[in-house]
């Protein structure tokens, strides 16, 4: 399998695997795991297939599921695992982290992280070491960045609320970040749950949720 490719579609990271982490035997698939399969894997598939790797020919699939709840994915990447996959691929901080701590040995890319560091996934971006790799959506001061620019596009602006899952790491350091910068700017950040989390009973319900977004001024 074409490592650097590879690499490449899951977002360009810049990957240190030993090449004996890729090395396969000869007429074995590599098999790919995926957590938590949803329509936004279509593009890295549809990659896949463009640099011409065939699902059922010379590549292959696995998938465990979750559905974003802490204690499912450590279950599902604990699966993939013991099937055992050779590469497992994942999306956000709560699947990424099931997977870390999963295997120290089976090749991790995970995308559309948040503060991989601060979440404890990788020490450091420069050198992220391990067996994790992949990229983040953030960097730093983009939370006070937003809020800038939500307070200049809407100079009367003083309550936010802000949409998150305090299951995810990430959320929770961005909302930290948010309530760090936000009386710099006159402004105070309320956070509100999500309507997964009402529905499992562990946040605020619709009610609430409602109550919460007439309070805030956008």
């Excluded at 399998?1 to 977002?11: A, K, V, Y």
């Excluded at 040995?105 to 070491?129: E, H, K, Q, W, Y």
């Excluded at 790799?133 to 200049?152: C, M, S």
Aim: some cysteine; aromatic content about 6%.
């Amino acid at each position: 399998m074409r490592r650097r490719e590879f690499i490449t579609l899951l977002g360009g990271a810049a990957a240190g695997w030993p090449l004996a982490a890729w090395a396969q035997e000869p007429g074995k698939i590599p098999r790919i795991g995926i957590i938590d399969d949803s329509l936004h894997w279509n593009a890295f598939r549809h990659g896949l297939r463009d640099l011409g790797y065939l699902e059922g020919q010379n590549i292959a699939f696995d998938y465990a599921y979750g559905d974003g709840v802490p204690e499912r994915l450590a279950d599902a990447a604990a699966a993939l695992v013991r099937r055992p996959v050779d590469v497992i691929t994942t999306f956000g901080t709560p699947a990424s982290l099931a997977a870390k701590q999963a295997t120290t040995t089976i090749p991790i890319v995970m995308i559309s992280i948040g503060d991989p560091v601060r979440a404890g996934l990788v020490p450091s971006l420069a050198r992220p070491g391990g067996n994790i790799t992949g990229n983040t959506i953030l960097g730093p001061d983009v939370g006070a960045k937003r809020l800038q620019i939500l307070k200049e596009a809407i100079p009367t602006v003083s309550r936010i609320a802000f949409l998150w899952n305090p299951d995810n790491a990430s959320n929770v350091l961005q909302f930290e970040e948010l309530q760090a910068v936000a009386p710099t700017l006159g402004v105070t950040v309320r956070p509100c749950a999500s309507e997964e989390l009402s529905a499992r009973g562990e946040g605020p319900n619709h009610a609430e949720q409602q109550r919460m977004t007439e309070e805030v001024s956008i």
